[in-house]
C-alpha cells in the first residue's frame, strides 16, 4: 500500500460524549460523520443517505418493530436504528444495512484508547 493510501487516525471526541441513543457529528478530513454507540461499541458514518442524499446523522436513534404474530407489534433493537429524517428508511447502527432495501450507510472504523474516540480513513487526495 502506498503512504497516501493508509488509513489515517483522527480524533473525534470521547466516549461520554455519546451516549446511547445519540449521535456526535463531527467533521473529519473535510467530512461530516455521526458517531454512534452499539452494543458492540462505537460506530461512524459518514452524513449522507444512500437513498436520497439527506443528512441521516440528524436522524432519530430508536427501535423498530420486530417480525410479531399477526395483529401484535413487538418493538426491539432499542438505540440500534438509524431513521431518515427525509423519508424515514431504517438503518442498522450495529452493521449499516438497511431493513428494507440492499443499500448501506457508508462506515468507517473506531477505536477506542482510554476515554478518546478515533476515526479511521484515507486521506483526502489533493486535486
Known amino acids: 500500500m502506498t503512504p497516501s493510501r493508509r488509513l489515517q487516525r483522527y480524533k473525534v471526541g470521547t466516549t ?70 427525509w423519508h424515514g428508511w431504517e438503518f442498522s447502527l450495529p452493521d449499516g444495512t438497511c431493513l428494507t432495501d440492499r443499500r448501506r450507510l457508508a462506515g468507517f472504523a473506531v477505536e477506542v484508547e482510554g476515554n478518546d474516540l478515533y476515526v479511521l480513513m484515507r486521506p483526502r487526495s489533493k486535486p
Open 16 to 85: 461520554d460524549q455519546v451516549p446511547a441513543g445519540t449521535c456526535l457529528q463531527v467533521e473529519v478530513n473535510s467530512r461530516s460523520i455521526g458517531i454512534f454507540r452499539v452494543p458492540e461499541g462505537f460506530r461512524a458514518y459518514l452524513n449522507h443517505c444512500p437513498h436520497e442524499g439527506a443528512p441521516i446523522c440528524t436522524g432519530a436513534v430508536r427501535g423498530t418493530t420486530l417480525p410479531s404474530a399477526p395483529g401484535t407489534f413487538q418493538w426491539g433493537r432499542d438505540n440500534e436504528i438509524l431513521v431518515c429524517p
